[in-house]
């Protein structure tokens, strides 16, 4: 049995939303929606998937844009770290700072994901590895083959520290001692661009250089 996932690039700024499914429960997780929440639901029709949570890899307006219109059609769990519900807060208003339209605010989150938690789906399990640094409650989910990295590691780059709440030697350590430990094979999913794999971002990614 094979997950079943597409990616969609939503929002202003080009956030990669990955919509995963279950053939055997019918259940569906959405990982950062930054926005076309119909379109995201259309697609989940298509598959007879039933959205069962979202997954905020982090509070930045970009990834939670869509939260709103997805829980309230669905009924459907919200799930991030609790040291980013501040930042979840003032998704609206950060967007606006970043010249971007404002989004709806987000609803309240149900589940508050610690490091080491599990996220299932149907027969599918997700680890949450917490990697501080872009953001204070910042996660990825590791599970079947694939890292949903979030904005914290990218094709060739890493997540930037500079906003607020930002902390590179956070961070750095999270990367070296919790990410750069996994196999090569894993396929790193990010927040924005391309996939990649830990084996080459080990090897290539400046960023990640003196460090390993």
Known sequence: ????????VTGELQVNCYLLGCSVSGEAMVIDPGGKAPRILEILAEHN?????VVNTHGHFDHTGGNRALVEETQAELLIHPADLAILRGGAGHAMSFGCQPIEP??????LLQDGDRVDLGEFQFQVIHVPGHSPGGICLLGEGRLFAGDNLFAGSIGR???PSGDQGALMKALRDRILTLPDEIVVCPGHGPETTIGRER??????QYIV
């Open 1 to 8: 049995m094979a997950l079943w996932m597409k990616s969609l």
């Open 49 to 53: 998937l039933t959205l069962k949570q």
């Open 106 to 111: 987000s609803p309240e989150p149900t589940r």
């Open 161 to 163: 520290t500079d906003l």
């Open 203 to 208: 090897r290539t990614n400046p960023y990640l």
